[in-house]
Every structure is written in C-alpha cells, then in structure tokens.
C-alpha cells in the first residue's frame, strides 16, 4: 500500500510518499499551487504505484485552498481522504513530546495517520460534486444574516427619526413601509408629505391593503412625534432599505438556483413535514455522501449535538452539555428544521411534549428530537422512501388488513404470530405494493 500524506497552503503544498514498509519512497517535497506542480505530484505517484486502489491520499480539511487539489486528485481516480486538523493535531503530539510543527512534518504525520489504519472514509465523488450545493446554501445564510443585521440597523434609525411608526404598522419590514421611509425617511418628511402623494405611495406599495385613511394617520402621528430631525440619519436610512432591497434580490436568486439542485436530488426528506428546499440544502449539502457515516449518531457528532462527557476515578461529570464542534451551519439546520417538524408533525409533537412533560428545558427537549430526526433522515436517505405521517398510517393498514382477508398464506402467518408488530418479519417476504410503507413505520 501507498500512502502520500499532503500538507496544503496557499501557494504550495508539502508532499510526503511512503509504503506500508514504512519505507521512504519520496522524502518530503514541495509543489507548487498550479497545473505543473499537481501534475508532478501525479507522476510521482504512478511511478510507484502498481494498483490504484492500493494508494491512499489523505490532506486536512483547510477549505478552499485545497478545493483544487482535491477536485484534481479525485479525477484521477486516487482514494483521498480529508482529515480533521483537529486529529492531525493531536496525532502528532502523540508521536513526540518535541514542540516541532513544520509543513514537512505535517505531510509526514498525515502518511502515518493514514498507516495507522484509523478509521477513515475516503472523499468520494458525490461530496465533491455537492460542494457546489454546500458553496450555494453558505452563501445564501451568510446573505441572510447580512440582511438580519441591516434590518436591526432600520430598527434603530426608526427609533430615532419616527419612533411612533412601529405601533402603526405589524412590521418594520414590510414593503409598503419601506417604500414609505425610502421616500420620507423621518417624522419630519412624512409630516410634510402631500396626502395624495402619500395615499397613492400607500396603496401601491401595500397593494391596496393601505388607502388614505392609513395615510392620514401617519401623517397626523408624524405631525405629533418626537422624532429627531437628522439628515444624516435620515440619509443612513434610505440607503440601508436599499441594501435590504438588493439583498432580497440576491437571496431569491440564490433560492432559485438551489431549487434547481433539489429538484435534480428529489431527496426524500423533502418529504418530511416542516423541511422545505431551503433547509433541506443546507442538511443535505453539509452531510454530503450518507455512506461516509456509518450510523445516525456519527452524524450527530459531525453536527457537534453529541454530548460531552468528562470521567475521571470518582469524578463523573453530570449535566454534560452539547460539544459544538463541528458544522456548524449543519448544527443550525437540523436545531431550526426540527422546531418546523415539531410543530408540523403530530409524531414529533408528541415526542416534544412528551420530553417537555419529563422536565426537560425546551432546548434540551429540542436536541433530543433533533436526534429523533437525525434518525429518520438517515433511514430516508438509505433506503430512498419517502416519509408517511401518522394519519397516513391508518390507510396503509387498512389496505393490509384488506389484503390479509384475501390472502390465505398472510392469514395463516399472522394468525400464528398473533400482532402486527410480530408480523413484520415476514412482509419482507411478501410482494405487496404497500408493505415497504408498513415496514417503513414499524422500523421507527
């Protein structure tokens, strides 16, 4: 076996060639970051190599600087594995109790993690091709966070130039007030508006939700505030609404263009009541490949929902809290989806009221059905079924208990086993339409 360990930077990348033998093939080299130097990384490689599947490629996971050697390395066909640097880090430390960190010693620790045979997935074709879902749903959250904060900031100026607008209105931000402040963005402007000129901005921009009787009670509030006369703020104002404006133009575009990718993944956990596109990208493009993990809990540590734990002689750390570590963008979806599916979902509702009713905190009792939904999206994704509600439940075993009425080898088997739950073993054997849905349900 081959194993090449890679130390990736900006500009160049340390490499480090070795064998099962612990034999040195290529001592550590630098390439450079461009087409000439991969290429020379390669032909190291193959000259060495006798057998594709015998070599191992591992490099740290350092974002976008080692996108390009990645995507390389993957179409040639060599198994890559990116590790944690957090691992890396500690695996060298266990090696020498020397304070040495050099890239030359980097790309020499990641060979030998990869000898060690700890237990690592190689990086697969689907998680570099998800990558531009990935770039796609983080691009639209750092948007939306942006916008978050703009909107605090129109709050804030509001308060000083028309503090008496809020009550009026059920929103700050809504577009009928934005086209009201990005025309007359203080008490002063609104005061002094001609009320034809305002009633007309009103109901266009509210689509005829505000006529001139709106219009007059703004004017007759702004008339009467207190808000402070500031150009400045007032200016301030008017451009913020028009960054929120743009933004809101960017993110739909981005939207669309996750849509697009959804559609072509149909991934069944759409089907989940409470998941729409949005945050089903973001859950399926942090996760990627589902055959990286081996169970449902190995992806609620990668999310950092996994709880720590600290034992030691007689000292058992009590009320451990979450880890955190990890994505946290795929931390956030699953904490925000599971609230939707909660509320949308008679089955999770339950289970949340039911760990409300044990004393549980609401976040506490939150991450214990993130768990739950953690469970049934990775049963989706493997098996490829889509989600069946409850009340969908009562249908399907109806039509089976119409089938065991007409079938004599069901009736005789479930009569023997006595319950449906019994009974399911041997549904697997049976070639009905709907019996993957019963078996779907009773696995959870």
Not at 196 to 211: A, D, H, M, V
Not at 281 to 299: L, T, V
Request: hydrophobic share 40%; charged share 25%; with cysteine.
């Amino acid at each position: 076996m081959i194993y090449i360990g890679i130390d990736v930077a900006k500009d160049k990348h340390d490499c480090f060639i070795t064998n099962s033998d612990s034999e040195v093939l290529f001592k550590a080299f630098t390439i450079f970051n461009n087409l000439d130097g991969f290429n020379d990384l390669y032909q190291k490689i193959e000259s060495v190599m006798d057998d594709v599947t015998k070599v191992k490629v591992g490099l740290e996971a350092t974002g976008h600087y080692s996108y390009n050697l990645l995507g390389y390395l993957i179409d040639k066909g060599l198994p890559t594995y990116v590790i944690n640097p957090l691992h890396t880090n500690l695996y060298r430390k266990s090696l020498s109790l020397r304070q040495t960190k050099t890239d030359k010693v980097d790309a020499r620790t990641i060979a030998s993690m990869l000898m060690s045979d700890v237990n690592l997935k190689s990086y697969s074709d689907t998680s570099y091709h998800n990558e531009e879902l990935k770039s796609l749903t983080r691009y639209r959250f750092d948007k939306v966070k942006e916008r978050a904060k703009l909107k605090s900031s129109v709050s804030r100026l509001v308060c000083i130039l028309f503090p008496e607008l809020e009550k009026l209105v059920p929103t700050l931000h809504m577009a009928s007030v934005y086209a009201l402040l990005s025309e007359f963005p203080s008490a002063k402007h609104v005061a002094t508006a001609h009320l034809t000129r305002l009633t007309n901005l009103l109901s266009k921009s509210s689509k005829g939700r505000y006529g001139k009787d709106t219009a007059i009670t703004f004017r007759d509030s702004a008339r009467a505030s207190i808000g402070s006369n500031m150009p400045a703020k007032s200016l301030e104002l008017k451009h913020t609404i028009k960054l929120i404006q743009e933004l809101d133009s960017e993110i739909d575009e981005i939207e669309n263009e996750i849509k697009i990718i959804m559609d072509e993944i149909n991934s069944p956990i759409l089907s989940i009541p409470g998941i729409n596109y949005r945050m089903g990208a973001m859950i399926i493009a942090e996760i990627g490949d589902f055959n990286r993990f081996d169970s449902p809990d190995k992806i609620l540590a990668y999310a950092g929902f996994s709880p720590s734990t600290y034992q030691s002689g007689q000292l058992d750390g009590a009320y451990a809290h979450m880890e955190k570590r990890g994505s946290r963008y795929l931390r956030y979806a699953l904490y925000n989806a599971t609230k939707y599916v909660c509320h949308w979902d008679p089955t999770f509702a339950a289970y949340l009221a039911k760990k409300r009713a044990e004393g549980k905190h609401y976040n506490v009792a939150i991450s214990h059905a993130v768990k739950k939904l953690v469970r049934v999206i990775y049963h989706l994704e493997k098996t490829k079924q889509q989600y069946i509600k409850a009340g969908e439940i009562l249908l399907i075993h109806y039509s089976f208990f119409e089938h065991l009425s007409r079938c004599s080898f069901c009736h005789t088997v479930f009569k023997v086993q006595g319950t449906l739950t019994e009974f399911q073993i041997y549904l697997k054997y049976i070639s009905v339409l709907y019996s993957k849905n019963i078996i779907l349900r009773l696995d959870f």
